[in-house]
């Protein structure tokens, strides 16, 4: 074969060495079989040494000093902005909020965004498979704003069923909130066909890509969503940091969730005015250490390439799916068979508890997640109450999936129908 035809797009990363860069799967004796990253993934040297060095000679209040450590610390903080709003092509820089979680920024946007422009008997529209981040906040803006909170069934296979979503593209929509992974099925939504059909009739929507961003190219201009919002500890980066993204006319039209330093133009004791987009948002000292880990996150994902970490994760699930589909009775949910679909399976074996196939998985140093993986409506669809799941990131192997194998066959030989 001829040898630029054979070459792949991208020059592949040693996955082996990768895998080094985190210190807590080279640590761990007995060895770790860490496959819980949809709940929160592992992180590499170059994060923790990111958020050190800032602690051992940069750190500083942000925008709050004249002195040069102040400066040197806004300076860190703003360069963090501009790196998330490259990684997601954002327009502007201001377009990026910092907030706590991407449940944060889901929060602000019910409170500043929906509870003030949409209308009683609107609509909003999620699907049945979003996590309680993306379902609750809803609730309550209908709860307190009379808006109408309307459902997108999902078929068998676990796809979302527009056929059956009577009127989401009609004039009643006031808002669609959908995830663009699901954080139980795996499944990746058709996220682009749902934005293009909104936006012909100028429906906003908001994008929960927490397990989106950082996992795959994530573009919001090419994808023009209204908001879309991400954790940065689910994609190597630090906790108690995410981040809200909002076309500017959104966010100039939000109102602030939270209130306090820093987010204001002028106080007076009878009433107050904001600063401008994003300081608006951002009251209370700013997470210095997050953004600054969040930033060295990013960057070190991009040195490895999106392209490259959607491949791997993808080739290593397909082989997980594979070996778990050859165990009798195993039951996988969703379609994790298919193409449009991440690092993430959901699963139940014979009628085993699925908290008791992740305490005999934890005995093999195998870390799996059970329960209702804050998706109870979801769990409603599938008719159980819980499922075991596994997901996988880029520094897993293939040891890993033989190990989550065994577990479950041992789990099967201790528990199940025999
Ligand atoms: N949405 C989805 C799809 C998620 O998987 C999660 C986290 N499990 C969230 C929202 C909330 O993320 P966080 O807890 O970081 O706010």
């Known amino acids: 074969m001829d040898q630029a035809q054979s070459k792949p797009v991208f020059s592949l990363p040693d996955w082996r060495a990768l895998r080094n860069d985190f210190p807590v799967l080279t640590n761990s004796q007995p060895a770790l079989h860490y496959l819980d990253s949809a709940a929160s993934s592992q992180k590499p040297q170059a994060v923790i040494d990111a958020i050190s060095h800032c602690y051992s000679h940069n750190y500083g209040p942000v925008h709050r000093g004249l002195y040069a450590l102040a400066e040197v610390a806004s300076e860190a903080y703003e360069a963090a902005r501009q790196t998330i709003a490259n990684f997601v092509n954002a327009e502007n820089t201001n377009e990026i909020v910092f907030t706590r979680s991407a449940t944060e920024a889901i929060n602000l946007v019910a409170h500043g965004w929906a509870g003030q422009h949409l209308k009683p008997g609107e609509d909003i529209w999620v699907s049945q498979m979003e996590h309680h981040a993306n379902f609750l906040p809803w609730q309550r803006v209908c709860q307190t704003l009379g808006t109408r909170l309307r459902v997108i069934p999902l078929d068998e296979d676990g796809q979302l069923d527009f056929e059956t979503a009577e009127g989401i593209f009609g004039a009643n929509t006031g808002l669609i909130a959908i995830t663009q992974v699901s954080n139980v099925l795996g499944t990746i939504n058709p996220i682009e066909q749902i934005v293009r059909r909104?936006?012909?009739?100028?429906?906003?929507?908001?994008?929960?890509?927490?397990?989106?961003?950082?996992?795959?190219?994530?573009?919001?201009?090419?994808?023009?969503?209204?908001?879309?919002?991400?954790?940065?500890?689910?994609?190597?980066?630090?906790?108690?940091?995410?981040?809200?993204?909002?076309?500017?006319?959104?966010?100039?039209?939000?109102?602030?969730?939270?209130?306090?330093?820093?987010?204001?133009?002028?106080?007076?004791?009878?009433?107050?005015?904001?600063?401008?987009?994003?300081?608006?948002?951002?009251?209370?000292?700013?997470?210095?250490?997050?953004?600054?880990?969040?930033?060295?996150?990013?960057?070190?994902?991009?040195?490895?390439?999106?392209?490259?970490?959607?491949?791997?994760?993808?080739?290593?699930?397909?082989?997980?799916?594979?070996?778990?589909?050859?165990?009798?009775?195993?039951?996988?949910?969703?379609?994790?068979?298919?193409?449009?679909?991440?690092?993430?399976?959901?699963?139940?074996?014979?009628?085993?508890?699925?908290?008791?196939?992740?305490?005999?998985?934890?005995?093999?140093?195998?870390?799996?997640?059970?329960?209702?993986?804050?998706?109870?409506p979801l769990m409603q669809r599938l008719g159980v109450s819980s499922t075991a799941r596994a997901s996988f990131s880029f520094y897993n192997n293939e040891q890993d999936i033989a190990a989550l194998a065994k577990a479950i066959l041992d789990a099967k030989q201790i528990l199940g129908n025999r």
Request: charged share 15%.
């Open 198 to 376: 909104a936006n012909r009739q100028s429906i906003p929507v908001l994008v929960d890509a927490a397990q989106a961003v950082g996992h795959m190219a994530v573009d919001v201009q090419a994808l023009n969503c209204d908001f879309l919002v991400a954790s940065a500890h689910k994609m190597c980066g630090p906790g108690g940091i995410g981040f809200l993204y909002g076309k500017q006319e959104r966010l100039a039209e939000t109102d602030p969730l939270l209130l306090g330093g820093g987010m204001v133009d002028e106080v007076d004791i009878d009433q107050s005015s904001w600063a401008e987009i994003p300081a608006r948002f951002e009251a209370g000292s700013p997470n210095l250490s997050g953004a600054v880990g969040f930033a060295a996150a990013i960057n070190y994902l991009q040195d490895i390439g999106m392209g490259a970490i959607e491949q791997r994760v993808q080739q290593l699930t397909s082989l997980a799916y594979q070996t778990l589909s050859e165990i009798d009775g195993l039951a996988l949910y969703g379609s994790p068979e298919s193409t449009s679909h991440s690092g993430i399976l959901s699963f139940n074996v014979d009628d085993i508890h699925p908290h008791d196939v992740a305490h005999i998985a934890a005995e093999h140093g195998v870390a799996i997640r059970a329960g209702h993986h804050c998706c109870q």
